[in-house]
């Protein structure tokens, strides 16, 4: 293998509060703080390099101008999705409509900034 994703970095308005969901989503912790305002978070246990990738939330004022390309799928470790779909609402996650037909195994989600992802139904074992 040459290479494998070490890091996503995710332009945000309200940095702290993209940090902080996502951190509560993925049980990942604070690991740094640039001079730029950027906040990386990453498992605690690894960091940055450990086989999760890590999550660079940057300041930025552009406004999102059409649907990403690239989105971020999750899947439950230790619930049901049901329940993982509940405690991501909780959260300040919101249902996304991409034009799903309704009949799909997962959930199209937005994070408080209006970046989707999805909620997958198979749980996969935590690392």
Known sequence: MGCRISELVIDAVDVERLAVFWSEVLG???IEREDDGSIAIGPAEDGFGGPQPVL??????DPRP?????????SPTDRDQEA???RLL???AEPADVGQTGG???HVLADP????FCLLRRRIRPI
Do not use: F, M, Q
């Not at 059409?66 to 999750?74: A, E, F, G, N, T």
């Open 84 to 86: 993982e779909l509940e």
């Open 104 to 106: 799909e195994s997962w």
């Open 90 to 92: 909780a959260l300040g």
């Open 28 to 30: 990942y912790v604070e």
């Open 66 to 74: 059409r649907k990403l390309r690239l989105h971020i799928d999750v």
């Open 56 to 61: 660079v939330i940057s300041p930025s004022t």
């Open 113 to 116: 900034e209006g970046n989707e």
